[in-house]
């Protein structure tokens, strides 16, 4: 099965937005649940948004809730993350993963891309 790649990351000023994507191949792509997660420095991984394969059922984490919007593409394979309002505290590399178990429960995802550095200035 293939892996992701995250694209998308970049510097921006509190305030502003980005646009993350996140492209799979090789894999039934609209089966899957597809999470991104954010990484902070010694920070663990936390979950912040998630699709299901029908693109009817989102998920966010609070801290994202109101300003961040997950999206997906089945035919182009592509799970889209935009962030509006963001602030410092949203500096991460963020990465992206599928899975078939519960959106919620981060060991049952796979083909962890190698993530997209998102860097928020004051």
């Known amino acids: 099965q293939g892996q992701f790649v995250e694209t998308g990351g970049g510097l921006v000023q509190a305030g502003g937005s980005l646009r993350l994507s996140c492209t799979a191949s090789?894999?039934?792509?609209?089966?899957?649940?597809v999470g991104w997660f954010r990484q902070a420095p010694g920070k663990e991984r936390e979950f912040v948004a998630g699709?299901?394969?029908?693109?009817?059922?989102?998920h966010y984490s609070d801290s994202v809730q109101g300003r961040f919007t997950v999206s997906r593409d089945n035919a182009k394979n592509t799970v889209y993350l935009q962030m509006n309002s963001l602030k410092p505290e949203d500096t991460a590399v963020y990465f992206c993963?599928?899975?078939?178990?519960?959106?919620?429960?981060?060991?049952?995802?796979?083909?962890w891309g190698q993530g997209t550095q998102v860097t928020v200035s004051s």
């Open positions: 993963a599928a899975t078939r178990s519960t959106y919620s429960n981060i060991r049952g995802y796979e083909a």
């Open positions: 090789g894999r039934t792509f609209n089966i899957y649940t």
């Open positions: 699709v299901r394969g029908s693109s009817t059922v989102k």
